[in-house]
């Protein structure tokens, strides 16, 4: 019980002397580097060196503060343009008339801890008085900085709960455009949102498919790669490798270099601080790695301590957006004259003007830049900072309520929340012309000058701008590039190939490699009937039906038609042979008719004879209508003309058949057969088994007749012209009718087996049948196997062959007797024959 009392004393004790503490220092107060009293003060952060030294850590003395070295030649003209800007409103009448700004620039040293170190000092003030209390009121009214985005999201955050604004002149980290992480965050530079997809247009516009990828591991390097990479991917820019390191990882430095060594892409996207950039400009010229040509970012691309010995070796020929550059008027005079006098501590006229300043040791590697200014033309971010003083300056005029000329409510209480909030609404533009405003994200429009590394003729090196992004313009012309002004890697004046695969020409397709990336792939050509008419095609294209692809693959042309013509040699040749068999016809009807009081060619029934070689003359003319262009008319023709003239000859060799079977009957006593199979009947029978082809033929052009048709599912490269059947059972009617006439006169023929030779025509009526029919029996399978013209081939064939079979086998005989055995064309010799083979 006692403890317990004891404890509530003890904790009563420590509250009581918490209430009457002030507010004080624990350590050395840090102080900064360029200071000015004024009725508000601007704060400011810097790299204005680049190499920070750390005290000793041994614990047994007190540590001494971070001290800094190496002058950062860009982060020292930014401190110094500030103060330029500051002085020129404490001079303006029109913008805070009756207000003088003061302002506290700390040296950042490039470092976060010592940017940490630094904002606690902007927020707290470098010392207190006696007897003050914590009042929670920042000495500051707006912090300037930071220039790197890692140390400005450590200064943003810090701030933040204070909403203290902070506008940074040259962090783009699209990270820092989240309102909700940093709602009192401004900048003049604009994010890298538009610069990362701005880098995937450039490398697309210019044909690199295959690129690598570099850059610094902190927030502005890897929210800027992440953004690229979306990007690049969306616009089929394949990324061999993304690798990254920071300045203070030699191990990771050593593996970027060996992936770009053994990598295969010649195009890389660097997206580095100019710190990691000069690391890594150093590590390529020490190992001769040149031939690449170098996208970059407007961090490095214009940065003249990169303007090292043998560095155009590696950089010659870089291509990069850049801050766009303003000029300032009057700057260039004022750093070389106006700012030693009157701002700088330690100065000669003035010394120990600052009443921080408590050893002018630490200014002295800042006097060697006393009489230099040749850098002022190509310095970049000293106009974001120009902006920035008076995006503050005219956001206090608003809070102020200053009128034009006349004076400020100077006394007027400023909370953080209130800068804010009125910088939000700040909106007027600066004497280089350019309009200044914020958008909702606190950031400006995205505006970047494209340069190019190039080598005059006296060997230095000049940044020339060869186009332009400007997000304010519409889509279709923010980005323009004058391609002929560039010069590319090596002094080369034609563009570098930077692919996986060479591109796929017309013809072909692309395949991908598996295993590998979209641009990585095979060029495959088409198949046949596929088409692509476009360099790198994903896919071919099927031609339309009656359309072929060409040789090349990328057209499609009409398909080859493919019909027989007269013009062909196959045509040719059937159309010599149906002519000569019409030839043929002629002279043995000509040789028949001049010998037609002869017994031989009386005993052969002459009238059928002369029908028999009428129609054979039309079953060779009837191939002509097989041969040439199909048309509705000649297909037609062509099978019902087939069917009639064939019927017609079989009636007439089954009429002979008939005849030479019925006189020798009427030979054998009290025989009357001949006078039912008379002329008459002979001629009615020929007659009527026409007349039943004929009507066969008209049912069947009357139900479905034949018609030309295009045929494209035999071949796929032409086109067929065919005379499609139409009803087929009309043409297997057809044909069947011929074959049951046919085999009618072999039984005939055979039944007349018996007779006298010379008599006797049944023989060669027999045998012309056999090979009529053997003719047309193989013409079927040969007919449906047979493709394209080579049907029609066929078809012609076996008409030309059993014509010629049926004209050889019936009349050859005869002719032979006519002509060279004119002494057994006599009654006697053929009735001594008959008498002989009687007995």
Known sequence: ?????????????????????????MGDPKYPLLSKNGDVTIGALFPIRSIETLPSFEFTKKPQLISCSSVNLRGFRMAQTMIFAIEEINRSENLLPNISIGYHIYDSCGSRLSSMSATMALMNGPEFSAGDNCNGQSPIHAIIGETESSATVILSRTTGPFKIPVISHAASCECLSNRKEYPSFFRTISSDYHQSRALAYIVKHFGWSWVGAVNSDNDYGNNGMAIFLNTAQEEGICVEYSVKFYRTEPDKLQKVVETIKKSMAKVIVAFLTTSEMYILLKQLSIQNITGL?????????????????????????????????????????????????????????????????????????????RNYNEDIPEQRYASNVYKAVYAVAHSLHNLLKCKDKGSCEKYLRIQPQQAVEALKKVNFTVKMEDRVWFDSTGGVVAKYEVVNWQQDSNGSIQFKPVGYYDASLPPDQRFVLNTENIIWTGGQLEKPRSVCSESCPPGTRKAAQKGRPACCYDCIPCAEGEISNETDSNNCKQCPGEYWSNAEKNKCVLKAVEFLSFTEVMGIVLVFFSFFGVGLTVLVAILFYSQKHTPIVKANNSELSFL?????????????????????????????????????????????????????????????????????????????????????????????????????????????????????????????????????????????????????????????????????????????????????????????????????????PKCYILLLKPEQNTKQHMMGKVLSKSY
Request: hydrophobic fraction near 50%; include cysteine.
């Open 293 to 369: 040509q170098m996208i970059g970012v407007e961090s490095w691309i214009t940065a003249k301590s990169l303007l090292i010995p043998n560095s155009f070796h590696v950089l010659g020929g870089s291509l990069g957006f850049a801050v766009k550059k303003n000029y300032i008027e009057g700057f260039s005079d004022y750093v070389i004259k106006t700012f030693w006098d009157t701002a700088f501590p330690c100065s000669q006229t003035e010394t120990y003007s600052s009443q921080y300043a408590s050893s002018c040791t630490v200014y002295q590697d800042l006097f060697v830049l």
């Open 612 to 812: 028999l070689l009428f129609s054979l003359t039309l079953c060779f003319l009837c191939s002509l209508t097989f041969i040439g262009r199909p048309t509705e008319w000649s297909c037609m023709l062509r099978h019902t003309a087939f069917g009639i003239t064939f019927v017609l000859c079989i009636s007439c060799v089954l009429g002979k058949t008939i005849v030479v079977l019925m006189a020798f009957k009427a030979t054998l006593p009290g025989s009357n057969v001949m006078k039912w199979f008379g002329p008459v009947q002979q001629r009615l029978s020929v007659l009527a088994f026409t007349l039943i082809q004929v009507l066969i033929c008209v049912l069947w052009l009357t139900i479905f007749p034949p018609f030309p048709n295009k045929n494209v599912k035999y071949y796929k490269e032409k086109i067929i012209l065919e005379c499609s059947l139409g009803s087929t059972i009309g043409f297997w009617a057809v044909l069947g009718y011929i074959g049951l006439l046919a085999i009618l006169c072999i039984i005939l023929a055979f039944l007349a087996r018996t007779l006298p030779d010379n008599f006797n025509e049944a023989k060669f009526i027999t045998f012309s049948m056999i090979i009529f029919c053997a003719v047309w029996i193989t013409f079927i399978p040969a007919y449906v196997s047979s493709p394209g013209k080579f049907t029609v081939a066929v078809e012609i064939f076996a008409i030309l062959a059993s014509s010629f079979g049926l004209l050889v086998c019936i009349f050859a």
């Open 1 to 25: 019980m006692l403890l317990f009392l004891y404890t509530l004393l003890l904790f009563h004790q420590l509250n009581t002397e918490a209430e009457k503490s002030l507010c004080r220092m």
